[in-house]
C-alpha cells in the first residue's frame, strides 16, 4: 500500500546503502526484519541515488533483482532520492570530518541525517557509516 503526504518526526525511516539493498535482493532475514518494522510503524525506506551505482551494472538480467526489490519497495513508500545540494554540502562536511574519501558514503549518511527524526542505516559497511555519522544520534547503524 502506498502512502503519500508528509511524515512526521515520529515515523521512522530507513536508509540503505548498497549493502542494505544488497541484504535485501539477498534476502538476509535482519534486513528484511528492519524493513517491516519501519513499514508497520509508518515509516518510508530511502535509497539515495549515488548507491544505487555500486548494484546495477547496466545489464538487465544482472540488474533484475535490483529491479524487482526496487519496485517492492516504490510500493511501500518512497525509495529512490537523488542528492540536493543541501546533501550533497552536508556530506563534504561529513566526509572531511570523519577524513575519509568516500563519496557514496558520506552521501548516503548526510540523506540518514537530513532529518531528526529516528532513522535506521542499514549497510554491511558499519564502521565506516558509524564513523560519518559521529554527531548525529537519531540514526542508528545497522550492520545487515
Known sequence: ???????????????????????????????????????????????????????????????????????VLAKVRGVLRPPSEATARRAGSLRFNARTDDGIDALVAAEAAAEARKTILLTSDAGDL?????DAPQVAVRRV
Open 1 to 71: 500500500m502506498k502512502r503519500t503526504g508528509k511524515s512526521t518526526l515520529t515515523e521512522p525511516r530507513c536508509v540503505l546503502d548498497s549493502g542494505g539493498l544488497t541484504a535485501l535482493i539477498g534476502r538476509s532475514q535482519r534486513a528484511r526484519a528492519w524493513l517491516r518494522w519501519v513499514v508497520t510503524q509508518g515509516g518510508e525506506v530511502v535509497l539515495p541515488t549515488p548507491a544505487l551505482v555500486e548494484c546495477v551494472t547496466g545489464d538487465s538480467g544482472r540488474d533484475a533483482e535490483v529491479n524487482r526489490v526496487l519496485g
Open 130 to 134: 558509524s564513523r560519518l555519522l559521529v
